[in-house]
């Protein structure tokens, strides 16, 4: 099951990405989309040796989705802010984090956000990922009223048929979760 969900973000992870170039019509999406495959299978190498070998620990490690989704979709397409812009802000709050957790600060303002506020966090996060999701299945569709909407289910097309075929699969791994099947997800 690790690996699926590893192997999940190693394609998913470019998509995120390079959506934003495809979007703007960028000549360079192609090769971007390329470059963050690479790069990402080489961090989750790195980070799963790294907690293997340095950690002794059995967990796997892949750059996460929910950073990534904001600084595509936020950031540069939402805030306008060019690629190389939004890379250099990410490089700045890197510095800044390292700088903050190692004179303890960070610790200090996990403490102070309350613990209900951690939880809407980590679950708005859950939400955005899921939409992302929905929208790539073909479930949630562009609307000019409300932004999104469901597909239409009236006509059948190819778009339908991928819906449906969500839709099949997210009921059937609800059921086996519920008769408490091992590898649920991953069946």
Do not use: H
Request: aromatic share 12%; net charge positive; hydrophobic share 60%.
């Amino acid at each position: 099951t690790t690996f699926f969900a590893m192997a999940y973000i190693i394609f998913t992870n470019p998509s995120i990405l390079s959506d934003p170039l495809y979007i703007m019509n960028a000549e360079n999406a192609d090769a971007v989309k390329n470059s963050v495959f690479i790069a990402t299978c080489l961090a989750a190498a790195l980070g799963t040796f790294l907690m293997a070998f340095y950690a002794k620990l059995p967990f796997a490690q892949a750059p996460g989705m929910g950073l990534n989704a904001f600084f595509a979709y936020t950031v540069v397409l939402g805030m306008g802010y060019t690629f190389n812009q939004a890379l250099a802000i990410v490089l700045i709050s890197g510095i800044l984090f390292i700088v903050i957790t190692a004179v303890g600060l960070r610790e200090v303002i996990y403490k102070a956000i309350p613990k209900s506020v951690r939880t809407a966090i980590s679950a708005g996060i859950g939400l955005f990922i899921a939409l992302i999701g929905f929208l790539n299945s073909g479930i949630v569709v562009a609307n000019d009223s409300t932004t999104v909407a469901m597909v239409s289910f009236t006509e059948w097309n190819p778009q339908t048929a991928a819906a449906v075929l969500t839709l099949i699969g997210l009921i059937l791994m609800a059921v086996l979760l519920k008769l408490r099947v091992k590898g649920a997800i991953l069946i």
